[in-house]
């Protein structure tokens, strides 16, 4: 199976802040990541695929980049709704699996 | 409105079988590949099984759960299931089905999710 390793688990940011998440893949999975964004007692949302394509209805405030082994979801300026856990997902092979997640907290 | 529902979770001893359910509308159902996925207590997402548009012929499992669960879909009833047998205790989780999007070709994203259905296995 594909590891995927995010850091930092918890961030925390002060609103208006630029965030970035890393996540790192255990074997190259080209551009086949995604990212979510989950909040307690809710269901994960996606965010982004392909590494850098925004889901629709997603917020421009949102990016990813990355390719290979390395990635990142960037957040150009934190919001309030902003705080949930952020996870990766690799979707290159089964079985797809998710990153341990990144907790973002405000300062 | 695009929606998935699930239902049949509940408290169940180790050993034990639940079957949970997925109920989708404003989808077309028929067309779309579904998984389940279930979050434990204080851990992240983990894939459970998927199964494609060809029904049984076309289903995946994560190794904890082979020879245990069995995916399974109705598409008269636009319904989704998972037959859970030989319930253990790190079965706990909520469990969420999915639709499956933007594939590799091999595998898929989830862009579609239910509220999940609590699982406990407990004595």
């Known amino acids: 199976d594909i590891q995927m390793t995010q850091s930092p688990s918890t961030l925390s940011a002060s609103i208006g802040d630029r965030v970035t998440i890393t996540c790192r893949a255990s074997?190259?999975?080209?551009?086949?990541l995604a990212w979510y964004q989950q909040k307690p007692g809710k269901a994960p949302k996606l965010l982004v695929y392909k590494a850098s394509s925004l889901e629709s209805g997603v917020p421009s405030t949102f990016s990813g980049s990355g390719g290979g082994t390395e990635f990142t979801l960037t957040i150009s300026t934190l919001q309030p709704d902003d705080l949930a856990t952020y996870y990766c997902q690799q979707y290159s092979s089964y079985p797809p699996t998710f990153g341990g997640g990144t907790k973002v907290e405000i300062k | 409105q695009v929606q998935l529902v699930e239902s049949g979770g509940g408290v169940v001893q180790p050993g034990r079988s639940l079957r949970l359910s997925c109920a989708a509308s404003?989808?077309?159902?028929?067309?779309?590949?579904l998984h389940w996925l279930r979050r434990a207590p204080g851990k992240g997402p983990e894939w459970v099984s998927g199964i494609g548009v060809g029904g049984e012929r076309e289903t995946h499992y994560a190794d904890f759960v082979k020879g245990r669960f069995t995916i399974s879909r109705d598409n008269s009833k636009n319904t989704l299931y998972l037959q859970m047998n030989s319930l253990r205790g790190d079965d706990t989780a909520v469990y969420y089905c999915?639709?499956?999007?933007?594939?590799?070709?091999?595998?898929?994203?989830?862009?579609?999710w239910g509220q999940g259905t609590m699982v406990t296995v407990s004595s």
């Open positions: 404003g989808l077309t159902f028929s067309n779309s590949v």
């Open positions: 074997q190259s999975i080209s551009s086949w």
């Open positions: 999915a639709r499956g999007f933007h594939s590799s070709g091999r595998c898929d994203t989830f862009d579609i």
